[in-house]
């Protein structure tokens, strides 16, 4: 096993953090503004499938940029959902 990273590894790395990065501006206002009125749920449940179908592909390829990726996403994707049903409550409470 070398410990060697290729260039190949860091576009993939780079790539994964940019891809993170799209889901955390959503994260951040839906924690700023205590509001997930315009939240779409399935479209979060949607992806946190989907980043568990991708991590499990990761990982029988034993390829860290796809699981690390993609566990990160998923994370920001089940925040959603517990924000959607957090918020929402109080929301409803009030």
């Known amino acids: 096993m070398s410990l060697m990273v290729s260039g190949v590894d860091i576009l993939g790395y ?7 990065l799209t889901f955390l501006p959503q994260v951040l ?5 205590k509001s997930v ?7 979060f449940i949607i992806a946190a499938v989907n980043e568990i179908l991708w991590i499990i592909y990761g990982a029988l390829k034993n ?8 566990a990160v996403i998923l994370c920001l994707s ?10 929402a409550n109080k929301q409803n409470a009030s």
Do not use: H, P, Q
């Open 29 to 33: 206002k839906t924690i700023r503004d």
């Open 63 to 70: 390829d860290w940029v796809i699981i690390l990726t993609n």
């Open 14 to 20: 780079v790539a994964g953090a940019i891809t993170t």
């Open 37 to 43: 009125k315009d939240i779409s749920l399935m479209m």
């Open 78 to 87: 089940l925040t959603m959902i517990y924000l959607k049903f957090a918020y």
